[in-house]
């Protein structure tokens, strides 16, 4: 390859490419190790005691009818004792006349609502609305350190036992420690019949898209936030994430509000807590069950909203560099982090570079294409292909290892497979993200939940 460079007068600039396409890839590389290796010695830590702290759970909500009522229900059940606090971001649908109805008969229940032009304007409006209603709310002298504030997702299930769990000693009974996540699973990630009245093709697409997602989540998310235990940069997400309210109260003291406007406002929250000098924590023994989506277009406006949230967020970085609360690997892990959806950018001009070049010394001398693939041409795009596959494709057996044990060995396998190629849709987001920063879209993209499949319209509000 080297010699037909040389030969096209512009072995210099490319070559440079070349090694930098390598360098990113072995960054990478290295870094899903370090992930295997701390994934492997999590521990496992005893619940705490949930009645030390009053618990107040945050819904967002905008239209949600299909899923609030069985929700809120739920959430009443199974975390006895939680206020829950539903913020209708000004519903077309019966999302408010379903929480009033609940509201009548059980005193846990508010309803919070908004009304446009204040409407419509993000998760951290509807969030900041709440805790300004909550504020108002509770009694004076109450102490804040001990009122927890948790955000669910409409269509979010928290296990049963996790207020227990993230009241553990080293989570919210450290003083210390302003934030809590709590691991995130699909609950219908054994759906055999996602789209019962679609083909059998596309249930299998469906369904295997929505098994990507919890592999996602439980096993390489899982990992990375585990191994964020060490730099003390855990993230928050926006389903199963729990808050002091003297943290809100301290965010709202330097900015004015808790939440701020990006549109990934879970990762903005957790890197604000940060520099304010508490400590974010991931609690794996206690898990959120959430939807996942098996329509691909609402896949695609979810994730590419969230790779723009974190584009916004990468203003923060220079703070992080500078603040005396986050250390040295820290920083690294944060900068790292806030530079993925811009290596996805890069990643996408870097590897086919190998290729294509081995492709074009082949057919400039089709004559020699044998020994031109015999000798180092294609050593180089071998190893960065093989690096591709590998690095994702272990997660399949090792989600089998840790949440799916019944599963077949070969299932897993084929689980891997496929999720190479669903991560390598983070390219696909990254592009529409910076297409929409572009053009100037910083607004909510809301997206629809699988049971609104005969709503009309848009699957998201773009603006």
């Known amino acids: 390859m080297l010699h037909f460079l040389q030969n096209t007068g512009i072995s210099g600039g490319v070559q440079f490419i070349v090694e930098l396409s390598w360098l990113v890839s072995a960054i990478f590389l290295v870094y899903v190790v370090i992930l295997l290796i701390r994934f492997g010695r999590r521990g496992k830590a005893e619940p705490g005691d949930p009645d030390r702290f009053e618990w107040h759970l945050f819904v967002p909500c905008r239209d949600e009818e299909a899923v609030i009522g069985h929700t809120v229900a739920y959430l009443r059940a199974n975390l006895p004792g939680s206020h829950v606090w539903v913020i209708d971001d000004d519903s077309e649908d019966s999302t408010a006349a379903i929480v009033l109805a609940a509201a009548e008969t059980d005193p846990l229940v508010h309803l919070v609502q908004r009304r446009r032009p204040d409407a419509r ?4 409006d509807a969030l900041n609305t709440a805790w300004r209603r909550l504020h108002d709310w509770l009694p004076a002298g109450v102490d804040r350190d001990r009122v927890i504030v948790g955000v669910v997702d409409a269509d979010g299930r928290p296990a049963p036992g996790c207020l227990a769990a993230v009241s553990a000693e080293h989570l919210f009974a450290a003083a210390e420690v302003g934030a809590v996540q709590i691991e995130v699973r699909m609950v219908n990630r054994s759906e055999r019949t996602p789209m019962p009245e679609r083909g059998r093709l596309a249930n299998a697409y469906g369904r295997t898209l ?3 997602q919890d592999i ?3 096993a390489p998310m899982a990992a990375l936030q585990v191994a964020r235990r060490s730099t003390r940069t855990v ?7 729990f808050t002091r309210l003297s943290a809100l109260d301290g965010l709202a003291e330097e900015n004015g509000v808790p939440w701020n406007g990006a549109l990934l406002e879970d990762y903005e929250l957790g890197i604000q807590l940060l520099l304010l000098g508490w400590q974010n924590a991931f609690c794996h023994e206690t898990y959120v069950d959430q939807e996942g989506l098996f329509d691909t277009r609402r896949y695609l406006t979810q994730r590419t909203r969230w790779t723009q949230g974190g584009m916004q967020c990468a203003r923060y970085f220079p703070q992080v560099w500078r603040s005396r609360h986050v250390g040295r690997l820290g920083v690294v892990e944060v900068g790292y982090h806030l530079a993925q959806p811009w290596m996805h950018l890069l990643g996408t001009l870097l590897y086919p570079i190998p290729l294509l070049l081995t492709a074009l010394e082949c057919l400039a001398a089709p004559d020699q294409a044998e020994q031109i693939l015999a000798r180092s041409g294609w050593l180089l795009p071998a190893a960065l ?3 591709a596959i ?14 799916e044990r ?3 060995l070969g299932k897993s396998l084929l689980w891997g497979l496929g999720y190479i190629f669903y991560m390598y849709g983070m390219y696909v987001t990254a592009w529409r993200a910076l297409f929409r920063m572009m053009r100037g879209q910083r607004g ?3 997206t629809r939940r699988n049971a609104e499949i005969a709503v009309e319209g848009p699957v998201a509000v773009e603006a």
């Open 121 to 124: 304007t993000g998760k951290g």
């Open 385 to 387: 292909a093989a690096i």
């Open 210 to 212: 929505v098994r990507m």
């Open 216 to 218: 996602e989540f439980r």
């Open 390 to 403: 590998a690095q994702f494709a272990v997660w399949g057996p090792l989600y089998r290892a840790g949440a």
């Open 235 to 241: 993230c928050l997400g926006g389903n199963g994430q």
């Open 406 to 408: 019944d599963a077949p």
């Open 444 to 446: 909510w993209a809301k």
